[in-house]
């Protein structure tokens, strides 16, 4: 809800905020109000209270149940439910309509002047009747006494409908070459024209005869006419001149300018007990101003052209048709209160005035005392200029904004180049990344790298590439052992361009591992066995070497060098057969101790007979011994 306070009237927004579009799912729908603070804090009167582009006429019926919209695009006609708060049915148009009057005291009978010349009649159960008329329609009134249809055109007549017979009767002709309006005032039954030469001829339709003819100073085109009591008539110009008139007389009482040269498209008249005033509309404006004086009261700027105005009498409810999706829907609580189908807004506006020292806040600053130190205004402590609150001071904004430009003037210039900064960092992200090996383990953070693991970056291991104590050998035959597989391919580049997809520097490390493997495979050869004396080891058979045992032949040939074999890698491995070796001295000296425990054994006494009882000796029951 938006507050309006033209002059010290308020005027609530009702279909101010964020709407949600039509083709979104019912989920998505559901995140957006759960996340949108926007969208919680709306106010939605009546539910689709909206038309896809934009909506050219609205009507309140008689019984003021239910609400009336015609719109485009594509042409439809939608009825709304105010005891519901939804739309009650809609439904779609050949043609665009140009105006529509309610011909019941319900929603059930309504008529429709379309663009293509067609009156289309239409009930609660769809279209009744079409019939055509000869030129272009403009407007349309309903006389219900006689049960008759005036319907202005581009021509000079006004045609006439009987709904009792079902047949066009003789028409009115009248002396312009066009009828712009056409209104039937409720208590004397006076036909009133407004005409495209800026007159406004008056009929009565019981003789059909012309009464008078009203000649509108300075106006070209009559866009508007709307009686008010007896005696009194308001005319809308096209030049946005809203002109008062007593019929009868031809001098106008007062004369009102919207200032936008804009047609008036829609007046009503607001009588009280204390106040009088006049309602009038242009495509631009709406304004509310005194009666008898032309004061202006308030008035509300339209963001989009506003199409036509519907009062709900008796309250201070408007709603507006407009170039918009949103209908549009005002509430003045100073005109009357709010209807009996949404009386909760009169509640809901109490709160607001309530709470209105929390709405102040919104236009303040609140600085700290260093804050206010900085931009040197410690002087207005204590001044109605600066409001204490907690830790610091609340501040007009607008004062807070022009001492802010006079301390730092080139603050918003850091602002936009802060933004440019920020725009080509996130766009830099998306190029390639490159980064610099360390020059300590080089092939250790090259292989990290390729396997995304991120070791270079973890403060933990930031010693094992700048410590020289950490670094990794890999001449020395320790680290050759561990990794005999593949020979170590050294890089000669410096840096290694690393590209954000880790997949992709993956799968190359290992092609490039795999054909390491294939290359050094296909370069392995076994080497033979080399043997300075071959024929002692293999000699043909038959001879006399083969008689002399294996063991002998070995023993006689010691400068035998065993077979030298290349494995794998770089490794080669060396057997060796040689003469048994002397014992060494660890093995002679196990052996002295084994000698010495056996003579220990030999000559000790044991000491078990020292502690055994001697025992008698006996033969038949006598002791001998």
């Known amino acids: 809800m938006q507050v309006l306070n033209p002059n010290d009237v308020k005027i609530y927004n009702l279909t101010h905020g964020k709407s949600i579009p039509d083709w979104l799912s019912d989920r998505k729908k559901r995140l957006l109000l759960k996340s949108d603070v926007g969208l919680q804090k709306r106010i939605q009167l009546i539910q689709e209270f909206e038309m896809p582009i934009s909506s050219q006429k609205i009507g309140i019926t008689p019984d003021k149940t239910h ?7 594509p042409p439809r006609l939608r009825c709304f439910d105010t005891k519901q708060l939804s739309m009650k049915f809609e ?9 529509f009057h309610i011909l019941s005291d319900d929603w059930k009978k309504i008529v429709l002047l379309q663009s293509n010349r067609y009156i289309e009649f239409q009930t609660q159960d769809g279209i009744y009747y079409k019939t055509r008329i000869p030129t272009f329609g403009r407007d349309l009134c309903y006389y219900n006494r006689a049960a008759e249809l005036f319907i202005g055109a581009s021509g000079s007549q006004v045609y006439r409908l009987n709904l009792c017979k079902g047949t066009f009767m003789n028409p009115i002709d009248t002396l312009s070459t066009g009828v712009n309006v056409t209104h039937i005032h409720p208590q004397h039954s006076l036909l009133m024209l407004g005409t495209d030469r800026g007159t406004v001829e008056c009929w009565d339709p019981r003789s059909r005869t012309r009464s008078a003819i009203l000649t509108v100073s300075d106006a070209k085109n009559i866009t508007c006419v709307k009686s008010n009591k007896i005696l009194e008539l308001g005319v809308g110009t096209e030049e946005g001149q809203v002109i008062l008139y007593d019929i009868r007389s ?7 300018d919207h200032y936008y040269e804009k047609p008036i498209n829609s007046i009503h008249f607001y009588n009280s007990d204390s106040e009088n005033y006049v309602i009038s509309a242009c495509s631009r404006s709406f304004k509310i101003w005194h009666k008898d004086t032309g004061k202006p009261f308030t008035a509300i700027e339209s963001d989009e052209d506003i199409c036509d105005v519907a009062w709900y009498e008796g309250s201070g409810m408007f709603f507006f048709a407009n170039e918009g999706q949103k209908m549009k829907t005002y509430f003045i609580p100073s005109l009357g209160p709010a209807p009996k189908w949404c009386w909760f807004l009169d509640n809901l506006t109490e709160e607001l005035e309530e ?46 904004r022009e001492v802010k430009e006079i301390v730092n003037p080139f603050a918003f210039e850091e602002y936009k180049k802060g933004l440019v900064d920020k725009k080509l960092q996130s766009q830099m992200k998306d190029r390639v990344e490159v980064k610099k090996l360390p020059t300590i383990n080089k092939s250790l953070a090259l292989k990290d790298m390729h396997k995304g693991s991120k070791l270079l970056e973890d403060d933990r291991f930031g010693s094992l590439f700048t410590n020289p104590d ?32 880790a997949s992709d520097a993956e799968a190359s490390e290992e092609e490039e591992t795999v054909a390491q493997v294939k290359k050094v495979k296909r370069k392995r050869e076994m080497k033979l066995v080399s043997c300075e004396n071959e024929s002692a080891l293999y000699s043909k058979k038959g001879s006399v070497a083969t008689s002399i045992p294996l063991g002998q032949r070995l023993s006689e040939n010691k400068t035998v060098d065993s077979a030298q074999t290349q494995l794998f890698g770089a490794r080669e491995m060396k057997v060796e057969i040689r003469e048994p070796e002397k014992k060494s001295h660890r093995s002679t000296r196990t052996e002295e101790m084994k000698q010495h ?22 033969w038949r029951g006598r002791k001998v011994g």
């Open 250 to 256: 031809t001098k106008p009482i007062l004369s009102k």
């Open 597 to 618: 425990q056996t003579e220990r054994r030999q000559l000790g006494r044991s000491a078990s007979g020292l502690l055994r009882k001697q025992r008698g000796k006996f």
């Open 470 to 501: 950490f670094e990794v050998d890999e001449e020395s035959e320790q680290f050759k052992l561990i990794n005999p597989t593949v020979r170590k391919h050294e890089t000669k580049s410096s840096e290694f361009t690393l590209y954000n997809s």
């Open 67 to 73: 609400i009336y919209v015609s719109g485009v695009y």
């Open 91 to 99: 439904r779609g148009m050949d043609h665009e309509v140009v105006a």
């Open 355 to 400: 709470n209105t020292e929390n709405v102040v806040y919104d236009d303040y600053k609140f600085v700290t005392n260093e804050e206010l130190d900085s931009l040197g205004l410690t002087h207005l402590i204590g001044t109605n200029y600066l409001r204490a609150y907690m830790h610091g001071f609340f501040i007009d904004m607008k004062l807070y």
